[in-house]
């Protein structure tokens, strides 16, 4: 696994998830904007986790989609530690203990680890094996 590229794509995907999560505070649609940030969020990692599999597979085809999938989040969780939680979470009655026992933030643990799965299955697996 090439670990700068896994965590620089992880790190992408990052910003764009946590940019559409605080967007989406801004055009109410439902009366619940956390439920409403979470679902665009949930929607919005399907294709992020895609394409940053897809940059990945450029340059690496032996890793397996598992690992690559669990690098990305893993990548993500790091920086919601460090930037999510405290600078967004914290500030509006939040904690750590609230955001990483969330049954929506293992959702979209999940949902990472099974769409880079999905990727590698669909893209690399079934391609080396002809």
Known sequence: MKIFRVIAIGTLIWIFGVSLYTLSFYVPVIENPEQQANMVLFIAVLPLVWVGCWL?????????????????????????AIITVPFLIIPNGGSYYGFYTDIGFWVIAFEFIAVAILYWYVKVYVKNKK
């Not at 032996?62 to 790091?78: H, I, K």
Request: no cysteine; charged share 15%.
């Open 56 to 80: 990945y597979y450029n340059e690496d085809r032996n890793t397996n989609g598992y690992s690559v999938g669990l690098a990305l989040f893993l990548t993500s969780a790091v920086l919601d």
